[in-house]
């Protein structure tokens, strides 16, 4: 039998509606459920690192489940960042879930504090002129 364009469209699209609505069910280990690491269904939020003081700074930043007892870190990296620059960390972490975020400058200050994320916006972790850091959160 030969495959017309019409027959050809109307198998792909009984095909990818049948693989997507398999795949919207399943959490990221491939189970049924809802699971905190399913990103996709539960929203994420940023977090941006500034550097507002005048010179570079180098400066560590770790931000693990608050609930975690040193199970892997979401973000675990060490940044240069420029006079008045700021890195972004896009979506690493997830709504409605406590974090722990502890951030330190090379030759400077370290601090800590919990975060809950939340759909308001994402947290700001600034380095001022004072040198201290400084957690802020962001309002939509």
Request: with cysteine; aromatic share 6%; proline share 1%.
């Amino acid at each position: 039998m030969p495959l017309n364009r019409r027959s050809l469209l109307g198998s792909l699209a009984a095909t990818t509606l049948t693989v997507a609505s398999g795949c919207s069910a399943l959490d990221a280990n491939g189970t049924t459920g809802t699971n905190e690491s399913n990103a996709s269904s539960r929203g994420a939020a940023d977090i941006y690192l500034h550097n507002l003081r005048d010179g570079a700074a180098t400066i560590s930043v770790r931000v693990a489940a608050a609930d975690a007892d040193g199970d892997e870190a979401r973000i675990e990296t060490t940044v240069d960042l420029a006079s008045a620059e700021t890195k972004r960390f896009n979506n690493e972490v997830v709504f409605d879930a406590d974090y722990d975020v502890s951030v330190s400058v090379d030759g400077g200050p370290s601090e800590t504090a919990t975060w809950t994320a939340d759909s308001d916006g994402g947290l700001h972790v600034l380095y001022n002129a004072a040198k201290n850091i400084v957690f802020a959160d962001e309002f939509a």
